[in-house]
Nanobody, 118 residues
Framework: VQLVESGGGWVPPGGSLRLSCAAS????????MSWYRQAPGKERELVAA????????DYADSIKGRFTISRDNAKNTVYLQMNSLKPEDTAVYYCNTRTTGWPPRVYWGQGTQVTVSS
């Protein structure tokens, strides 16, 4: 299993970024995908999640209405569209998936840095 994030960078407050996570090594459409983030000195937190078919999504309260998670199962890619970015959104963003078999296995990408500052 390989998860490769891209799309991070610097953006001023109020700006937008779109993160991508290209997945390989498993049947992409069968697994839910998630985005997490970790700011300096803070614990890693769940930002958004999407079901395998892309029908169901869930968001952290702190980003509701500003971020949108989506996926393209034909491209084995999950996205995170981030709008109205705030300095407190600065973090390393990670793509994540968890297998449904036993024992469950959790996979992470290498992360992509998002910096929101003026």
């Amino acid at each position: 299993v390989q998860l490769v994030e891209s799309g991070g960078g610097w953006v001023p407050p109020g700006g937008s970024l779109r993160l991508s996570c290209a997945a390989s090594g498993f049947t992409f459409s069968r697994l839910a995908m998630s985005w997490y983030r970790q700011a300096p000195g803070k614990e890693r937190e769940l930002v958004a999640a999407i079901s395998g078919a892309g029908v169901t999504t869930d968001y952290a309260d702190s980003i509701k209405g500003r971020f949108t998670i989506s996926r393209d199962n034909a491209k084995n890619t999950v996205y995170l569209q981030m709008n109205s970015l705030k300095p407190e959104d600065t973090a390393v963003y990670y793509c994540n998936t968890r297998t449904t078999g036993w024992p469950p296995r959790v996979y992470w990408g290498q992360g992509t840095q998002v910096t929101v500052s003026s």
